[in-house]
């Protein structure tokens, strides 16, 4: 085999690795205004790589005007423990108006707060977990709903 389709066959290789994990990381939820999905990344928390956030990638995210940046657009999200929605830090990453993708990450170290604070007061917390992000900028909102398990680890 030659070195250049050595090359092409690693990348190959190393893109449909890739895609596999991707899918097998996610979860999707159905749109909360409109059609669209919500993924969710990791969908498993992996408690040995201590990240410090959940990454929610809005995708078809028309409402929202293509002209702008990521830093035009702000982002609110919020985990339901119990049935109660706690509040958590999002921030927006980025931002694609050709294809209305909005990547929003969302504060880890947050959604184990508000979980252990539930389990502290005796109470279960059901899993998956339900994240809502809502992204507003130049007069318009997007909000979705996405899942994540976080009891449940590879």
């Known amino acids: 085999?030659?070195?250049?389709?050595?090359?092409?066959?690693?990348?190959?290789?190393?893109?449909?690795?890739?895609?596999?994990?991707?899918?097998?990381?996610?979860?999707?939820?159905?749109?909360?205004?409109g059609g669209g999905e919500t993924i969710v990344a990791p969908h498993r928390l992996n408690l040995e790589s201590h990240g410090n956030f959940v990454t929610a990638i809005l995708k078809n995210a028309t409402a929202l005007p293509a002209g702008l940046k990521a830093s035009d657009l702000t982002a609110t999200?919020?985990?339901?423990?119990?049935?109660?929605?706690?509040?958590?830090?999002?921030?927006?990453?980025?931002?694609?108006?050709?294809?209305?993708?909005?990547?929003v990450k969302i504060d880890r170290q947050q959604i184990n707060a508000a979980v252990q604070a539930a389990l502290a007061k005796g109470g279960s917390v059901a899993d998956p977990l339900t994240l809502t992000v809502t992204v507003s900028g130049g007069g318009a909102s997007v909000t979705r709903t996405g899942t994540i398990d976080w009891f449940r680890h590879p």
């Open 1 to 33: 085999m030659s070195t250049a389709m050595l090359k092409v066959a690693v990348l190959v290789i190393a893109i449909l690795g890739l895609g596999a994990g991707g899918l097998a990381a996610t979860s999707t939820g159905p749109a909360a205004n």
């Open 77 to 103: 999200a919020s985990v339901s423990v119990n049935g109660v929605n706690v509040p958590v830090d999002a921030v927006v990453r980025a931002y694609n108006g050709t294809s209305h993708i909005v990547v």
